[in-house]
């Protein structure tokens, strides 16, 4: 019924259509090896039925049969796709961190430039009913900092967490100066510092 021919049993009938069958045909997880292939579940039906429907030739399973657990072969090729692989995942992935970290910190220096124009609509609003702005250099206000300095009495100004306003020059109450009066707004993590010149009612800003 079956010819061994280099180490593979052929079925009589099959020779010249070079179909044959394996002689070791593993049943672990329903597995079976064909033509140097490893072939399980529903793939190994496809085999098996391939076999079957072939004209006059079918398939025999050889009595033996070996319970070995088959170590897939993986080819060089199947190496460097797994590898590219890899990197391109490594590459997304730093991308991504990429981009949110620009963000978060995109945030901070959103919130230091509200804060400071809310800052500047109050000052202003003093300013209508006193003719001079709050503060002198060196005056700050800060959040949950006690040693704040910079207070604007009857201002609904509330700042945000972590950011600082600062006078970095001049007085409110001689605004024009010299030297004129300045306020930088920075957040604890933004990368950016913004100023607002009160003399010339001009903004700025600069890399902290």
């Known amino acids: 019924m079956f010819e061994n021919y280099d180490g593979l049993y052929y079925h009589k009938s099959c020779r010249n259509q070079r179909v044959?069958?394996?002689?070791q045909?593993?049943?672990?997880?329903?597995?079976?090896?064909?033509k140097g292939h490893v072939f399980c579940g529903s793939d190994a039906v496809r085999v098996r039925r391939f076999l079957v429907t072939g004209g006059y030739c079918r398939f025999h399973e050889h009595s033996r049969s070996y319970r070995?657990?088959?170590a897939p072969r993986v080819s060089g090729i199947a190496v460097q796709g797994i590898?590219?692989?890899?990197?391109?995942a490594v590459v997304l992935l730093?991308?991504?961190?990429?981009?949110?970290?620009n963000a978060r910190i995109e945030s901070?220096?959103?919130?230091?430039?509200?804060?400071?124009?809310?800052?500047?609509?109050a000052e202003?609003?003093?300013?209508?009913?006193?003719?001079?702005y709050l503060g002198t250099k060196g005056d700050f206000i800060e959040r949950n900092n006690p040693a704040s300095t910079l207070i604007l009495p009857?201002?609904?100004f509330i700042e945000s967490e972590g950011v600082r306003i600062e006078v970095i020059s001049g007085d409110g109450r001689n605004f024009k100066g010299p030297p004129e009066f300045i306020v930088e707004a920075v957040h604890t993590h933004s990368e950016k510092v913004y100023l607002y010149n009160f003399a010339r009612m001009s903004s700025a800003e600069r890399v902290k």
Do not use: M
């Open 108 to 121: 901070y220096n959103v919130t230091a430039q509200y804060d400071l124009r809310n800052f500047i609509t």
């Open 68 to 70: 070995k657990k088959i």
């Open 94 to 101: 730093a991308a991504v961190i990429y981009v949110l970290w």
């Open 25 to 34: 045909l593993f049943d672990v997880g329903s597995c079976v090896w064909y």
């Open 83 to 88: 590898l590219l692989a890899i990197l391109l």
């Open 20 to 23: 044959f069958v394996p002689r």
């Open 154 to 156: 009857g201002a609904t």
């Open 124 to 132: 202003e609003t003093y300013f209508a009913y006193h003719q001079y």
